[in-house]
């Protein structure tokens, strides 16, 4: 009997240098044992962060011929997940793709902006329409700067406590998503922790990072795609966010023990045989 793979139709740019987007989450999904099938929104040379002056070439036309192509075919996804926009017209088209597979896990990262700002490509209008995006999702993958930039109220600038860490997942419930995650929060009580709330079974979680005091590019692209590949293969919310936060801890040290270029991201090559191994996971804990 043949195996079917769990199918994701992965909407995201592809940088070519500098380790982010669909350049880590394919091989991500694929070690993971999960056929991702790229749907670029748009190609870069390289990312935007400090790398001099990039190619951008923007593939909008591109994704609404793919759904019709792959509708044509007939073809299924298990999972239609997005991430970087490269337009307002875009957001239009993820609505459509997830609007032609409504049994598909829609997983919506609103790569937005980060450290209290959004990035300098998203308009206004961009943000707020994200929010089109975020009511069709199953789950939503946010930072901090993004979840309160998708309730429209400033970004905090003391850590939080736990009632605030709470409020803000339930409201971001609210919008539309099941399962929320908000991605390196800065606690009160001084821990780094990725977030995490099941609306139906109304609970939360908390996975504690491990600081490393470097940024990479990518981080949020390998989190996300984690958490994807480990709920389709069956874990629980708590089980793929703990899985995906090991992981990348993984990768942040190995790449900063050996003192790489930030700007290159991180040497995934050198740890994906960490998610072909089976786990044992005990960090998640109740918030």
């Not at 070690?31 to 670029?40: I, S």
């Not at 930072?143 to 009632?163: D, R």
């Not at 939360?204 to 692209?221: A, N």
């Amino acid at each position: 009997m043949l195996q079917h793979n769990q199918t994701v139709a992965a909407i995201h740019d592809l940088s070519g240098v500098g380790r982010c987007s669909l350049s880590v989450i394919l091989p991500v999904l694929s070690v993971m044992g999960v056929q991702a099938c790229p749907v670029p929104t748009a190609v870069l040379s390289t990312h935007t962060g400090g790398l001099g002056n990039f190619v951008f070439r923007d593939l909008t036309d591109y994704i609404n011929e793919a759904l019709r192509h792959y509708q044509e075919l007939e073809l299924n996804f298990d999972c239609v997940y997005s991430g970087f926009l490269g337009s307002e017209e875009q957001i239009t088209h993820c609505a459509e793709f997830l609007e032609a597979y409504p049994k598909a896990l829609a997983v919506v990262d609103p790569v937005m902006g980060d450290h209290g700002k959004p990035y300098k490509t998203y308009t206004g209008q961009m943000c707020r329409r994200m929010g089109e995006l975020v009511c069709r999702a199953d789950l939503i993958t946010p930072n901090l700067t993004e979840a309160y930039m998708l309730l429209g109220e400033e970004y905090p600038t003391v850590p939080l406590t736990v009632s605030q860490a709470k409020r803000t997942l339930v409201r971001l419930s609210g919008l539309g998503p099941g399962y929320v995650i908000i991605t390196s929060v800065e606690m009160a009580d001084g821990q780094m922790a990725n977030l995490g709330y099941d609306k139906e079974k109304n609970a939360f979680w908390r996975v504690d990072c491990r600081y490393v005091p470097v940024s990479y590019p990518g981080t949020g692209d390998i989190f996300a795609s984690v958490a994807v590949g480990a709920l389709l293969n069956g874990d629980s919310l708590p089980m793929a966010m703990e899985r995906a936060t090991e992981f990348l801890e993984l990768c942040i040290k190995t790449t900063y023990g050996y003192g790489t270029d930030p700007r290159m991201g991180v040497m995934l090559e050198s740890c994906l045989f960490w998610l072909t191994k089976e786990q044992t996971l005990t960090r998640y804990a109740g918030l």
